[in-house]
């Protein structure tokens, strides 16, 4: 198990090195430089020059992208030119909040979408399969930020129960009651959408599973349902299931920048769209890099969960 | 359990402190710092932590005493000499003097200055006349220009010319941003990131200290969701409504909507070097045939005024009130294309996406395209997203375009003149006159109102700018945008400014 983690870590290190490549260059070739951000319509060529010199822009690009990647290696990811701020903090900062966020939505999908798509496998095609058909296809469905703004909308704006926007209360707040407040609505929003893919595939893998031969043996056994179905059945099944979680979470990573944008969540993904925008070169750098990593490595966690699972995959 | 869930969605979740301000802002400051900032967003806060040598008078643009107490002006309009204020302390406790002025201006015009690296300075070139900074003594300062330079006092007005702590800057360097200490009304206590910056009452303000015990500026990008913070009670002041909501709150008792028109210039420039706008007729027939009323009123909700010329009302000392708009006449509009042999021309406008003080630009640029098209002129709109808009339109519209949306907020009335209307501003000479406007009569009066020292002389020059340039239609003139804030009903004495910046000295709470 060992070495079949160290050869996947070593087989990332390429796609990161191609990667930081890529996000460089795009960062290069779109129009529009941080200079130009900063001035606006004050961007005469005079001044534009001039900003650039002071940020080191003037330089060509190998030697821009050479000095970005020397610095990296050191730790040290430059600091943002909009934000005037050691990159590494502000993405360490926002990536934390993205992270429980989208955390907290896995937790909620998985554990919901799991229980669902196994009950509703177990009954098939009775009442409580029917229900949890409908509301699955009205998740996948609804686009999540419309979604999301529907739930402001009664949470926050009627009844006032709930904050519509933000982190943490700006005043008196800070704890986790407070986090856990403001975390129900956008992480309930993230997670419905991929709530219903895990049950929807939970079902089918369960469903295929009850087929097999194991099952019915199980059962000749005389053993009990409940055990036939929790110890046999759906331990077969999660072996499906879990390599869906780990694209489940990259689904999550990606879908937090609509839901982070809509409750103005601090993530990472509020803070890229915001950065492209401004052309702030060295923290978009720095956040997708970051972004790509974790995103890696929960891929390899889950190949690596799915392993443990089921020993014919290690190879 | 159930315990829990009711503690985690109590109602008492949606209310604002007593007598602290909470205030809805657009983004997430950069920098308080504000001579490295640029947007409005971030001169919000900066104007309640600092003050200036000088501030635009309450309500209007006129420029009154500040840090300074008087000022005079060599005849020769190069040695503005200042006297400054006796007695008063940066929030970190040291003086403020003439060392200090010294320093904040010398950091930022020099690029060999101990402390220049804590920039870059964007916006120094508004400062790009100054010669030399000297301490004549502890409290008076002198600024020699290198060419007299009319704008000066309402640059030194305007937020880059607010005045920072220089112990502060030798302390923090490159973090200073964060960490930012002035003189104002309020002194910064805690910023945390993408969440909240907060500011208490400074006891010891020079000009008598505020009412409020502390204000909280909490960023919120999403327009929809800072109306629903506001409707939430999670805020007291909203900025930057959108004109869809404005009507909602209007409507009820228990807020207040204020507005205020601001130094800004709505506009299309039009391509005077090739195509059909090289002909005067043309342009001006643009000008007949667009609805501007209806523009302001349908598609910005009244969010703004009709525009009449290149200077914004908002200068009422520099603002012809003679120069009216060009009424709404389509049959005129198509007699002059007639005249001017230009019927049924095809046209390529330049749209943006958004971008500041753009208000609503590819609506509008449908309404305009679609006014256009009713007197039989064929527009074709290229929309773009605005740092690649504005490197399409910045170096020119020769070959590339007949029409480009721009808008400006400036500080003083000469700054968009000077910079998009005169011939030695064409692109290739490092301005903005992207749409190659060329009048030696605009060009002499400009000139002579930089140097004008006597505000009524430089009112009288802008005054005939307008005229003779509503008449050349360079542009397709559109709107002056009127800021926006909603409050709620404790909140008392809360005006904007038509400076765009947002003074809460005054401000009260119940």
Known sequence: ?????????????????????????????????????????????????????????????????????????????GRSYILNR???????????????????????????????????????????DRIVTFFVLIGISMPAFFLGLIFILFFAVQWRLLPASGMYAVYGGGDLPDLLRHLILPAGTLAIVATGVVARLTRAAMLEVLRQDFVRTARAKGLGEGAVIWRHAFRAALVSVIP?????????????????????????GQMLVKAVSTRDLLLVQGGVLVAATVYVLVNLLADVAQATLDPRLKG | MMATALALVGPVAAQTPPNVLVIGQIAEPASLDPHVSTAANDF????????????????????????????????????????????????????FNAEAVKFNFDRMLDENHPFASTGPFPLAFFFSSVDKVEAVDDLTVKFTLNEPFAPFMSNLASPTGLIVSPAAVEQYGADYGRHPVGTGPFKFEQWQSNTSVVASRNDAYWDGAPTLEAVIFRPITDANTRVAEMLSGGIDVLLETPPDNIAQFSNDA??????????????????AKDGPF??????????????????????????????????????????????????????????????????????????TEGGSGMLDPVPMGTAIQADLAAVGLK??????????????????????????????????????????????????EGGFNSSYYSNPEVDKLLDEARVATDQSVRGDLYKQVQAITHEDAPWLFVANWKQNAVVTSAVGDFELQPDFSLVLRDVTKQ
């Open chain 2, 44 to 95: 919000r806060i900066a104007v309640n932590l600092y003050d200036g040598l000088v501030r635009n008078k309450p309500g209007t643009l006129e420029i009154e005493p500040a840090l300074a107490t008087a000022w005079t002006i060599s005849d020769d309009g190069l040695e503005y000499t200042f006297n400054l204020r006796e007695g008063v302390t940066f929030h970190d406790g040291t003086p």
């Open chain 1, 244 to 268: 869906v979680l780990g694209i489940q979470a990259g689904f999550v990573l990606g879908g937090a920048v609509y839901i982070e944008t809509v409750f103005q969540w601090p993530g990472l």
């Open chain 1, 86 to 128: 050691p990159v590494l903090d502000e993405v360490l900062e926002r990536f934390s909040a993205t992270l429980i966020l989208a955390g907290a939505s896995l937790l909620i999908c998985s554990v919901l979408g799991i229980l669902a798509g196994t009950v509703s496998a177990v009954r098939q095609f009775g009442w409580t």
């Open chain 2, 379 to 428: 527009v074709e709109i290229k929309t773009y997203e605005w740092n690649t808009f504005l490197s399409e339109v910045n170096p020119g519209l020769e070959g590339k375009a007949d029409m480009a949306e721009m808008a400006w907020m400036t500080s003083d009335p000469d700054t968009l003149p000077f910079l998009t209307l005169r011939t030695a501003a064409f692109p290739a």
């Open chain 2, 278 to 351: 090289a002909d005067k007729r043309v342009r001006q027939a643009v000008n007949y045939a667009v609805n501007k009323q209806s523009l302001v009123d349908n598609v910005l909700q009244g969010t703004a005024g009709v525009s009449a010329g290149p200077i914004p009302p908002a200068f009422n000392w520099a603002y012809n009130e003679d120069v009216q708009p060009y009424p709404y006449d389509p049959e005129k509009a198509k007699a002059l294309l007639a005249e001017a042999d230009a019927e049924g021309a095809t046209l390529t406008f330049l749209v």
């Open chain 1, 1 to 77: 198990m060992g070495s079949y983690i160290a050869k996947r870590l070593l087989a990332a290190i390429p796609v990161i090195i191609g990667l930081s490549i890529i996000v460089f260059l795009v960062m290069k070739l779109i129009p529009g430089d941080p200079a130009q951000a900063l001035l606006g319509s004050y961007a005469t060529p005079d001044n534009v020059a001039r900003i650039n010199r002071a940020l080191g822009l003037d330089r060509s690009w190998p030697e821009q992208y050479f000095i970005w990647v020397g610095n990296l290696l050191q730790g040290d990811f």
């Open chain 2, 254 to 271: 228990n807020y207040q909507v204020k507005e205020v028109v601001g130094p800004h210039v709505w506009y299309v420039m039009l391509n």
